[in-house]
Structure formats: structure tokens, C-alpha cells
């Protein structure tokens, strides 16, 4: 079974995310969440989406100690970009226009 979680409502997940929402109802996230994890039996895989197309401007501070602590294959970054993996941190960089 494959499932797919939002950590604003995974309640398992330990490091939920909190929000707020202003006058305009619009959502805003607070720093230092993950965007959804992707869990495929016991694995899970971070995932995060930017708007950017260069990796190197990406902070991946909270998605490389998310893999690490939870002993993650890989973290996911979706963004604007071309494919490309950092062996090094266990991340993988994918354009979002090719999901």
C-alpha cells in the first residue's frame, strides 16, 4: 500500500507543521516544515516543492535531518530545474514538470 501523508495532518509525524491564516484567509506556513512525506510500507521520503529553478539557492537544512533521523533512502526537492542528485546529502533534485 502506498500512501501519501501532508505533515499538517500526519499526526504522527513529530515535527508537524503550525499554521496560520490572516484576515484574507489566506494560509501561511511557519518555518521548518516538511511539505508532504511519501510512505511506501515502512519508508518514508521527505518531499519538498520550491518555486525556484536553481538548486543551490534551495535550504535543505530541515529535509537533510529529516533523512538522516529517520534513516530515509532519499529526501525529494520538486522544483523548477533539470534533474539532479546530490549523492553526498541523500537528495534528489526533480523539475516538478516532470511528476
Do not use: Q
Not at 15 to 38: A, C, L, S, Y
Not at 49 to 67: G, Q, R, W, Y
Not at 81 to 88: C, I, K, S, Y
Amino acid at each position: 500500500m502506498i500512501r501519501i501523508f501532508c505533515t499538517s495532518t500526519a499526526k504522527a509525524i513529530k515535527h508537524r507543521i503550525t499554521v496560520t491564516v490572516d484576515v484574507n484567509g489566506k494560509v501561511k506556513f511557519k518555518p521548518g516544515e516538511i511539505d508532504f512525506i511519501f510512505k511506501c510500507g515502512k519508508r518514508l521520503v521527505p518531499i519538498e516543492v520550491k518555486h525556484t529553478s536553481n538548486h543551490s539557492n534551495i535550504n535543505t537544512t530541515l529535509l537533510e535531518e529529516f533523512v538522516t533521523r529517520r534513516k530515509c533512502p532519499f529526501g525529494l526537492v520538486l522544483y523548477g530545474g533539470v534533474p539532479f542528485a546530490d549523492n553526498t546529502r541523500n537528495l534528489l533534485f526533480w523539475p516538478y514538470w516532470l511528476v
